[in-house]
């Protein structure tokens, strides 16, 4: 959120992905949408459709479920690739077009998605041009036997948002992304990111590599963790522990290497080993 970018969580069912989200909007004030998709949901179900008024003869612009701050779209990948190009001008130029009309977003705008990886019948994986413009992909995974434990003792969940309190006011995060902005990195850094994106696009593995989005991605990431460790300047650690979330969803890798047991996240670890990390970044 601070680096105001959108999140695609994938991950298998009942692990607390809505909640999070919920409790997320809750927490910072921020008002929150849910869409789940399915394969008849179409465009106009997420950005909105005009409706004629008979009484004043006039086209109304009814907003659909975009116009919020905080947007779940839950299993994105069960709804075709033309409604999921209806978020890609929302997500990246933070507005929507209809009827030749240009709507601004309210800020902060944060898009959210699902996707299970493990079901594959009726889905539409998401296109390059889709994936590159979600900032991280994540995944919540399984939580450990301890917590799992808690979550059975409380067995009571309807009030569970409820005990979420709001920590701060949606404008606060704006001063936050603002100030994240300002955190500096310095130009070696800049040139090993350069450097890691470039070997993405030359490595035999790898069909498509990593764009000029991504790099800047992982810069904006890279700020945003030195913010919130309390740096003003961002350490090659930040670059490397954020480079697998920031860049995998948005490698292909060749075909080939699927038989020869090769994936995203190996390929990756190779390149950041042989890449020269540089020295002598830390305060200006």
Partial sequence: MAAGGHVLFEDVPGVGK???VKALAKATGCSFKRIQCTP???PTDISGVSIYNHKTGEWIFQKGPVFTQV???DEINRTSPKTQSALLEAMQEKQVTADGITFTLEEPFLVIATQNPREYEGTFPLPESQLDRFTMRLSLGYPPPESEILILKDISRDDLLDRVEQVMAPEELGKIRE???KVYID????EYVTTLSTATREHENI???ISPRGSLHLIQCARSRAYMQGRDFVLPDDIQELIAPVFGHRLILN??????NIDVSSVLKEIVSRVQVPGNVGER
């Fill in 179 to 181: 100030e994240t902005g």
């Fill in 18 to 20: 809505t909640t999070l």
């Fill in 71 to 73: 947007l779940l779209a």
């Fill in 207 to 209: 069909a498509l590599g």
């Fill in 187 to 190: 130009n070696s850094l800049l």
């Fill in 255 to 260: 075909q080939a290497v699927f038989f020869e």
């Fill in 40 to 42: 008849d949901l179409l």
